[in-house]
């Protein structure tokens, strides 16, 4: 089209670790060495990991933890819940200490002892990583499953 600004939007996928390639993984072990200290350069943090700088520069800004990357960010939760007393509550008390921002929460009525739930937060404030507050909110009694359906 004429006169239609084209420029490219960046693509992402979401990628379970285990199935990337080592360079990936060892991109984000070289860049979390540079974040907390351990290396003072990228070639240091490169080869702390065994991984040459050419590969570290070519991919060091295109691959992170899905946590770092909801950071500051809404992100809607989908969980499946027991139909037990407290759940819900304790769900909500974890998401307030974790520093969560509520925004929305949406619940079905229980079917077969099971109740859908969606819940949107805003991570800003959050404590810790969006992988913590899921490990912790999936460890909770009557939490039967959980995991992120969007992120904005």
């Known amino acids: 089209m004429q006169g239609v600004d084209t420029v490219k939007q960046p693509e992402y996928y979401l990628v379970e670790r285990s199935l990337l390639p080592e360079v990936f993984r060892k991109v984000v072990e070289a860049n979390a060495a540079l974040k907390n200290g351990r290396a003072k350069t990228a070639a240091e943090a490169a080869q702390s990991v065994g991984l040459s700088r050419s590969a570290f520069y070519k991919y060091k800004d295109g691959v992170r933890p899905f946590y770092e990357a909801t950071t500051g960010r809404v992100i809607t939760f989908h969980l499946i819940l027991h139909d037990q007393p407290g759940t819900l509550s304790s769900l909500l008390q974890l998401l307030a200490q974790s520093g969560a921002n509520l925004l929305t929460i949406n619940q079905s009525v229980p079917m077969s002892g099971q109740a859908s739930v969606t819940i949107a937060v805003r991570t800003?404030?959050?404590?810790?990583?969006?992988?913590?507050l899921m490990q912790q909110a999936g460890a909770l009694d009557g939490v039967q499953r959980i995991e992120i359906v969007a992120s904005e």
Do not use: W
Not at 125 to 130: K, N, P
């Open 124 to 132: 800003s404030l959050l404590v810790g990583s969006v992988e913590d």
